[in-house]
Each structure stands twice: as structure tokens, then as C-alpha cells.
């Protein structure tokens, strides 16, 4: 009998344009490694954004914004993830495009509200009463049923629990029975119960019940220190957007107005600034007590100059706000018009919203620096690419785009395995190059056939 092993497809499936980047491969001193992290280049930008994180870290930066420009392909996208991934996963990081303000189910102001509230995090420590043990003894109590037949009801539940300083029994409520049947909690596994509101959760399979098998579907934790019942601090990550939603969410009624009423209600709600403010005024109650720290993110803007004056008018009071996110813009326009007007200004930005921005620029990539990006790709998407076919992806990335180049990759990978071959040569470029035009070529071809095309 012949066994294979089933390789896994799931990392073939989620590469994605910007799979690569790892952080900015800075040193210690925040100077820039020439290639490290998934990013090549751009050593300049990549200092200016490390000093970026470490305001960020230090929460000197809220309320400001940066504005990263330049040309097409030349990883202004790339180093603002590369911030999210320096940042971790405890700072709120909302990347948006400038075209998604335009919808036609909600003010373009509200979109942006929405994703600036979204990039602000709260961390929430609360102090909660709990009972945290082995489950030792798990016996439903049933009784006979109020409304009559045969039926019987679970009236209340015994739950035996224990620690390595000592055992409690504890009677519940059939609510939290029903909430230890989804938690599949059974004899001898290891849960917390919250004496508050009787959420149950079920941490693992108490280690005392370990076997001595190399693999098992079960996860063992190890028996819970101190008393059963005992005061345990939990840390909760929210944003204000989370805490806008759950209180803008209609508790409806059960006359006929009411349930019309969420019927007819559209799927997107705006919250309205006044639910806002009361929001703003808990938390801020919360941090002045202690209970809570503000966490100020960052909202990543692509393509800037899609947003219209309206939206650059709102933005300056949203920067101005005492709870404001860090704003991260990014454009690859030079000199054009301010959308909604016949305003012609720097990246198609308003000159007084300029002029409260750092501006990064990203310069165009050399040839070499070209090549050690096709290097890169190549081995995140697990090709095989001989060095003269990485030449020739070089000068086709210099004398077309970059992002033409790298697109080449795959095709070319395809035509390898086509011809029998497990890495890709010169010849596979040349062929996908006839195949596939890149924008100049294209460009050039319809100027030449102009008069073939329709007007």
C-alpha cells in the first residue's frame, strides 16, 4: 500500500500582492537594511517611517498625519503595511481607499468618521469574579414540566469544581447549563464560570487526564491554582467603532411600529454624532478612573486625491479631535485638480491640509534593486527562476513597470510546467511577453491603430 503526503494548498491560495512584507528591516540604530523584512529600497522612507512607529509606541502622534507620495510601484502601500506588522496585533491598524467614501447608502463623511473610529483601540482592564476550577461533577436536576405532558424541564444544574487548594459545589441556573452543552463541557475538563453575567468558557482538558500519545485532538491544561472562586483580572481589546455599533443597535419593541420599523430599516445605520459623544464622554470617564487606556492607531488613506473638498474640510476637525487616530495618506498624483473643484494643487490636496502633513517620498527602484524584488516574489510563491530569466524581468521592470514584471512571475511558472520544466527560463519570459502587453506597449499600439477603434 503506497501513502502520499497531501500537501497543503492553503498557502498557494492566500498569496497576496504584498505577502512578502514582514516589518521594515530597520537596525537597532533605525538605519535601513538594503534587503530585509520583504522590502528593498526605499531607505530614506523606511527611516522616516520606523521614527514613525517608535512616536506611535510612545503615543506622540495622535491627531497627525503623514502623507507618503510617489510614483506607481514604488511601495508606498508596502511600507504602510510594513508599519501595521511593526506596530503588532494590539494597535488598530484600518486601511481604506480614498474611493470608498462614495457610496450611496451613507455620507461620505460617515465613512471616514467610521474608519477613523475604527483605528482607535481601547483597552479595557476589568477586574471580574469568577469561579475557575476541574469539573469534578456535572449533574443536570430535572423537574416536571409547568405547562404539563410528558416532558421534563431542567430546573437547575449541580457543578462540582476543584483546584489544588481545594473543592466547591455550586448550583446554576438552566441558562448556564445551556452554555456548558455549546462549551461541550464534560467531567474533568477545565472551565471559568463569570459570577456576573454566567458566561462559561472552557479552557482545555485537565493534564491530570493526559495519555501518552504523540498526537491528540485534545489540548491539556494544567489544574488552577488558589480557590475556586477567586477575583481575576481580564484585558479586553475594542475599538470606539466596536462600541458604537453595540449601543446603536435598536433594542425593538414588540408592538407592530417597532417590528415595521426593523423591517423597513435599511442593512447600514448611521450613528449620529450625539450617540457619539456619549460614548466619548465613557470612555474618557474610564481612562480618568483607571479602567481603561486609549490606544490610538493608524488609518491607512490609498489613493488620497480621490477624496473630494468635503471630505478634506472634515478631515481637518477629525484630526483635530481629542480622540484621533494616527493618519496615513498615500498618492501617486503630481500636480492635479482638487476633486469638486477647479483647484490645481500639489498630490490634489487642499494647500492648508498640506500644510499640516510630513511628507515621505518614494523614489523609483533601480535595476538591481528591481531584481532582488523578482528574487523576493519568486520565493514567496515557491518558484524556481534561473538568474539570467531574473535579468530579463530586471530590465522589463525599468523599461515597462515593476508591477508588470513581478505579474509575469506566474504565467511564466504555468508555461515552465507546460514544457516539462520545474524552473523558469529566459524563454518563458520572452513567450509571456508576447503574450501579455504591459500599459506602454499597449498605449503605443493603440495610438498606432487609432483610426480601428471606436471614439
Known sequence: MKIEEVKSTVKTQRISAHSHVKGLGLTETGEAIKVASGLVGQDQAREAAGLVVDLIKAKRMAGRAILMAGPPGTGKTAIALAVAHELGNKVPFCPMVGSEVFSTEIKKTEVLMENFRRAIGLRIKETKEVYEGEVTELTPVETENPVGGYTKTVSHVVIGMKTAKGTKQLKLDPSIYESLQKERVEVGDVIYVEANSGAVKRQGRSDTFATEFDLEAEEY???????????????????????????????????????????????????????????????????????????????????????????????????????????????????????????????????????????????????????????????????????????????????????????????????????????????????????????????????????????
Do not use: W
Open 221 to 455: 491544561v494544567p489544574l488552577p491554582k488558589g480557590d475556586v472562586h477567586k477575583r481575576k483580572e481580564v484585558i479586553q481589546d475594542v475599538t470606539l467603532h466596536d462600541l458604537d455599533c453595540a449601543n446603536a443597535r435598536p433594542q425593538g419593541g414588540q408592538d407592530i411600529m417597532s417590528m415595521m420599523g426593523q423591517m423597513m430599516k435599511p442593512k447600514k445605520t448611521e450613528i449620529t454624532d450625539k450617540l457619539r459623544r456619549e460614548i466619548n464622554k465613557v470612555v474618557n470617564k474610564y481612562i480618568d478612573d483607571g479602567i481603561a487606556e486609549l490606544v490610538p492607531g493608524v488609518l491607512f488613506i490609498d489613493e488620497v486625491h480621490m477624496l473630494d473638498i468635503e471630505c478634506f474640510t472634515y478631515l481637518h476637525r477629525a484630526l483635530e479631535s481629542t480622540i484621533a487616530p494616527i493618519v496615513i495618506f498615500a498618492t501617486n498624483r503630481g500636480r492635479s485638480l482638487i476633486r469638486g473643484t477647479d483647484v490645481l494643487s500639489s498630490h490634489g490636496i487642499p494647500l492648508d491640509l498640506l500644510d499640516r502633513l510630513l511628507i515621505i517620498r518614494t523614489l523609483p527602484y533601480s535595476e538591481e534593486e528591481m531584481v532582488q524584488i523578482v528574487k523576493l516574489r519568486a520565493s514567496t510563491e515557491g518558484l524556481t527562476i534561473d538568474e539570467a530569466a531574473v535579468s530579463v524581468l530586471g530590465q522589463i521592470g525599468v523599461n515597462a513597470t515593476l508591477r508588470y514584471a513581478v505579474q509575469l512571475l506566474t504565467p511564466a511558472s504555468i508555461n515552465a510546467k507546460i514544457c516539462g520544466r520545474t524552473n523558469i527560463v529566459k524563454s518563458d519570459i520572452k513567450d509571456m511577453t508576447e503574450i501579455f502587453m504591459d500599459a506602454k506597449s499597449s498605449a503605443a499600439m493603440l495610438k498606432e491603430n487609432s483610426a480601428k477603434y471606436m471614439m
